[in-house]
């Protein structure tokens, strides 16, 4: 696990996204799970909070499409 700071105005997906290239269920779940007080910042974050990213895998799990004639 790798520690961050965060840029003004991010928000959790961005930063996310930034770091990891994913920001999808899986990715955000561990990460609250790292991090069980960062909500406490509120939505948009400061600038400067430390935030634990999860270990992952390179690819998010493949999503099965619906389909309305399943």
Same mark, same amino acid.
């Not at 609250?32 to 990213?53: M, Q």
């Given at each position: 696990?790798?520690?961050?700071r965060s840029l003004a105005g991010d928000s959790v997906n961005l930063l996310l ?13 561990? %990460?609250?799970? +790292?991090?069980?007080?960062? /909500?406490?910042?509120? *939505? $948009? ?7 634990? %990213?999860?270990? +992952?895998?390179?690819?998010? /799990?493949?999503?099965? *499409? $619906?389909?309305?004639?399943?």
């Amino acid at each position: 696990m790798r520690k961050v700071r965060s840029l003004a105005g991010d928000s959790v997906n961005l930063l996310l996204y930034r770091e990891s290239g994913r920001s999808d269920d899986q990715v955000e779940e561990a %990460l609250w799970k +790292l991090n069980p007080t960062l /909500a406490e910042h509120g *939505p $948009v974050l400061s600038a400067g909070i430390w935030v634990t %990213l999860p270990e +992952l895998d390179s690819k998010p /799990a493949a999503i099965t *499409p $619906v389909r309305a004639w399943d």
